[in-house]
């Protein structure tokens, strides 16, 4: 038993097909739970008022849009190293998820923004970086849409994967280097005695591991989508050569 | 090696070839903006270095695609794949012609340009040692963007939308040099910087541009 079986497409569909309702109602549950009580049984910031409930939206999203960056980068190594095309797919399948995180993150924070800093956008050191996030996540969907050959595709994107991310890590520090900015720093870090309030803290817990299901609900669905065109399509090839 | 070096600047500079058309543009970015923003010296002088530095960037994105698609068109590159010198100097050569018809002779007429931007007198060496550690990052950077959309009919706009975001330290640390020269203050952190990206980046990405390349050419 180990891992790699799941790089056999019908083994990884097997088992996805099995866990996907699960993590659905999962999901649904979490995301339902979190964001009622955060939007709706939580006091207003004695500051913020009641903007505040944004952070239920804004911070999961911001995660998630990082964390996907990464999961995609995790999947073009494996499929540079053992080129399972499950692992290839996973990531096509994560780049538009990542993205819509990282326009929602940044369209929360301009909403968020407006009322407390008196401004929609601001070049802060967060707020560039995810700018240039935004760029990098366009650049390799675009780069995947206009390849034809999959495998070409699968390794170019790669290759071009695992050079971003470690110039979007460079630009995060020469970004910091060049602005001072208005966004608050990391307020939810593990290592802290006390971060934020346990009454936003734990609602905004159950709207993180939400996120980070419903991330994994659209990645599972959008790869047995890429598989099963990629079935598809060699049927198709089969039968025109018949 | 050499021959290759002579045989890409030769074609460069042939009519066609597109030497000029960096410094072109450069040129004319430098004289359109201060007839844009107006002549008040503080306003242009402040701009100055972001304006010069987002002018050499933009110039040699405009001759990127050249770096590999014609030789792609012309078979040359399947020979120069098979050539008994590495892929990877074939790649690092061909970026070294880049940046000897674009980033050179940008650099050398930045100092002129500066004058109608009303440059701080104090920036001036500093543009100059900012341009000319940092457009090797810029024509190593765009070899890279290049390879990956070499077998792309219409690669331009994607080399465009790929290359970008990987500009973004160079430029950066490139005008933070020049804005801390013209005023007077400590720049040796973001000179250093540029530095290390230029060099790392001619360290590592010829690997990256070259198997990028075999990609294409499979």
């Known amino acids: 038993m180990s891992v790699w079986e799941y790089a056999n497409p019908k083994k990884f569909m097997q088992t996805s097909a099995w866990a996907l309702p699960w993590v659905v109602g999962l999901t649904v549950l979490l995301l339902v739970t979190g964001l009622v009580w955060g939007f709706f049984f ?61 326009l929602i993150a940044l369209v929360t924070g301009a909403l968020w923004g407006q009322p407390m800093w008196g401004t929609w956008w601001a070049w802060d050191p967060r707020l560039t970086s995810f700018l240039i996030l935004t760029l990098f996540y366009f650049g390799y969907i675009a ?19 695992l050079v971003g991310s470690v110039f979007a890590l460079l630009s995060r520090y020469a970004v910091n280097f060049w602005n001072q900015g208005l966004h608050q720093g990391a307020s939810l870090s593990l290592d802290k005695e006390e971060n934020v309030s346990d009454v936003f803290w734990v609602p905004l817990l159950v709207c993180i591991a939400g996120f980070v299901l419903l991330f994994l609900t659209m990645v599972l669905m959008r790869t047995r989508t890429e598989i099963r065109a990629r079935r598809l399509k060699a049927l198709l090839a089969r039968e025109r050569g018949t | 090696m050499k021959a290759l070096l002579l045989r890409d600047l030769r074609l460069a500079f042939r009519s066609g070839g597109g030497f000029g058309l960096g410094l072109a543009f450069f040129f004319l970015l430098s004289i359109l903006v201060p007839l844009g923003v107006g002549p008040e010296g503080g306003t242009l002088g402040r701009i100055a270095p972001g304006i010069l530095w987002v002018g050499a960037l933009l110039a040699c994105l405009l001759s990127l695609d050249r770096i590999f698609a014609l030789d792609h068109e012309d078979g040359s590159l399947d020979l120069l794949a098979t050539a008994p010198i590495p892929l990877e100097a074939v790649v690092a050569i061909k970026a070294l012609a880049h940046w000897l018809v674009t980033g050179l002779p940008l650099t050398l007429i930045a100092p002129g340009l500066a004058v109608f931007l009303n440059l701080p007198v104090g920036g001036y060496p500093w543009l100059v040692a900012s341009l000319i550690l940092g457009t090797p990052a810029l024509s190593v950077i765009g070899a890279f963007g290049a390879a990956i959309t070499v077998g792309l009919r219409r690669g331009g706009l994607l080399l465009s939308l790929l290359v970008l975001p990987l500009y973004v330290p160079t430029l950066i640390f490139g005008a933070e040099v020049v804005r801390r020269g013209a005023e007077g203050m400590a720049l040796a952190t973001p000179l250093a910087l540029l530095a290390a990206i230029s060099l790392g980046a001619s360290a590592l990405l010829p690997f990256a541009a070259a198997s990028a390349i075999r990609v294409n050419l499979r």
């Open chain 1, 143 to 161: 780069l995947w849409a206009a390849i034809e050959d999959p495998d070409t595709a699968a390794d170019l994107t790669s290759i071009l994967c």
């Open chain 1, 42 to 102: 939580t006091p207003d910031d004695y500051k913020q008022g009641s903007t505040v409930k944004i952070i239920y939206l804004h911070v999961p999203a911001a995660m998630m849009a990082i964390n996907a960056w990464v999961m995609m980068l995790v999947t073009s190594l494996i499929w540079i190293v053992r080129r399972h095309h499950v692992s290839a797919l996973a990531a096509k399948a994560a780049a538009p998820v990542g993205l819509t995180f990282t």
